[in-house]
């Protein structure tokens, strides 16, 4: 317990420092006091209010939320499946969520730059339908002989992600030009146009759906043992591993309704936590939300600084990152 509790300061302590880098530098740098003065209303400035209120204090919230989301989503799926190459992007949740979010763009057209209290609130839940229908397909596929095989999951996720990318661009192309390119950077994976709707629209969702799957997290560790022994034990396995699907399904979903598709936090945060903590889920959830947090909002600062004055999304920063980890994990299950 003694380590859980380091690893837990030591990630928030390096949360907030990411939140601290973030927060004070940019195309316009705030110095340190000049924020805190700002924020507790000391000294109030016009133009300190809007670079924070308006544009990074939303951002920077956001990255954290999905950052929450996708890594716990990404631990409930791998202990489901019991596939530690499993992620809610590999698998096609994203995709499934993106592609019903870019469709309600595709409804709502023309009204997209001016996102009001109504769709904002909306976006989740047709991710949410997207999601869900994504992941009955992926397990309908990869069903065989009454278990789930994890090879067949894989593929069946890929194959599905592909064809529902394949799907949501030729919705996109339906768009006028405006909301085509304001999909297409939402796509890649960004929270450039965060703002407190968003915040709003996604809070909800992880606060109702992440105390639920911790309070389940002991399921978690029960359905690492072959099927017939958590059955023996008193699991309902069927009716859990719908029940924490559709909960790490809707958390997917509202990430993917602020931020777009962002792939590799689920599959990362779920190892980089094992590491640390062990493969209690009771402690990996946690730690995992801790990590995903800090690698989004470290990428999302990295894309807007390192490449100024162009902004590159977050997603891709990941991403560059991910294919390498990707990579070594396969090498590293193909030598076991």
């Known amino acids: 317990m003694l380590r859980f509790w380091t690893v837990a300061a030591t990630g928030l302590l390096l949360f907030l420092a990411t939140v601290y880098i973030s927060i004070t ?10 924020v805190f003065g700002t924020l507790l209303r000391i000294h109030p400035n016009p133009d300190y209010d809007l670079v924070l209120f308006d544009f990074r204090l939303p951002r920077i919230v956001i990255a954290a939320l999905v950052g929450l989301g996708l890594g716990i989503a990404g631990a409930v799926i791998q202990g489901i499946t019991r596939n530690g190459l499993a992620d809610p992007g590999i698998l096609g949740i994203n995709a499934g969520a993106g592609s019903a979010v870019v469709l309600f763009m595709l409804l709502y057209q023309g009204k997209m730059s001016g996102i ?15 999601g869900v229908g994504a992941a009955v397909l992926i397990f309908l596929f990869a069903w065989s002989n009454g278990r789930l ?32 390119e304001m999909a297409t950077v ?11 709707r968003f915040v709003t629209a996604a809070l909800p969702w992880l606060v109702v759906l992440v105390p639920f799957i911790w309070w389940k997290s002991r399921l978690l560790d029960l359905f690492q043992l072959q099927r017939d022994s958590a059955v023996s034990v008193g699991v309902a396995v069927d009716k ?28 990362m945060a779920p190892h980089i936590a094992k590491r640390l903590v062990g493969i209690q889920h009771k402690k990996v959830i946690p730690v995992c939300g801790l990590v995903g947090m800090v690698l989004v909002v470290a990428a999302d600062f990295i894309g ?4 100024a004055p162009v902004t590159l999304p977050a997603g891709i920063v990941i991403a560059i990152l991910g294919v390498p980890y990707f ?4 090498f590293r299950a193909k030598s076991q």
């Open 116 to 130: 009001g209290w109504t769709s904002a609130m909306a976006m989740p839940l047709f991710g949410w339908v997207g």
């Open 240 to 267: 859990e591993t719908v029940m924490l699907l559709l909960a790490s399904v809707g958390i997917v979903a509202a990430c993917v309704s602020v931020s777009g598709s962002m792939g590799f936090v689920g599959l």
């Open 149 to 180: 095989d994890s090879q067949r999951l894989i593929l069946s996720g890929i194959a599905i992600a592909s064809g529902l990318g394949a799907f949501t661009m030729y919705i996109s192309l339906k768009m006028n030009p405006q909301d085509f």
């Open 186 to 196: 939402w796509l890649s994976g960004s929270v450039w146009n965060a703002n407190w």
């Open 327 to 330: 990579i070594y994990l396969l």
């Open 304 to 307: 807007k600084t390192i490449f």
């Open 25 to 34: 530098n940019g195309a316009f740098d705030i110095p340190v006091k000049d």
